[in-house]
């Protein structure tokens, strides 16, 4: 059963918390930019191996934010550090001050303490994949559309005690999407 996303403007409290938040969105985002936008980012294991594409549209889901300028808007304006409050609006939910919470910690996604699972249910989100650290600290699940595997949500693990393990990455490369330029992360058999 699919949940849709519901959003309202923040109280006084979370438009504080956005505020401070600013600094580490800009910085997400420019991570995203340099290593992630534009690439095939390709995660093994000694069982799989997956390719992820993101594009800066997925952005704002991660966040757990709504920005009535758009997707894209929004990913600019991270990158650009324009953002107005004024048009954000957060998760009824809760969720969005636990996303912005493990942003600060993405650099993860490119580093050897991952794992990946396979299929899952978490709350009321069912996903394909889901690379997480290995630590309790983020996961980011991922579906498999037709054509391609793209992220989903970005989650706080710190708390959550049921989330599927999984099996630690043995190598992360990224292909350049216009110069199919490779670039490696890590690669446990290469002693990385």
Known sequence: MKQKDKFRKPNPKELRYLEHSMKTLHEAACYFQEHFVGRKMIYSTSKDEIAVYFSGSNYMHLCG???????????????????????????????????????????????????????????????????????????????????KIVPQSLLDLKSQKSFPIGEGVTRIYSIDLLTQEIKEYFNLNRGD
Do not use: W
């Not at 709504?66 to 990158?79: P, R, V």
């Open 65 to 147: 934010l709504s920005y009535s300028k758009g997707t894209e808007k929004f990913f600019i304006d991270c990158l650009d550090k324009k953002v107005d409050l004024k048009y954000l609006k957060v998760k009824e939910n809760g969720t969005t001050m636990q996303k912005l919470q493990v942003l600060a910690f993405v650099s993860e996604l490119t580093s050897p303490y991952l794992k990946l699972t396979g299929s899952g249910r978490y709350l009321f989100l069912e996903f394909d994949y889901a690379l997480r650290t290995k630590k309790q600290i983020l996961a980011v699940t991922l579906k498999a559309t037709t054509h």
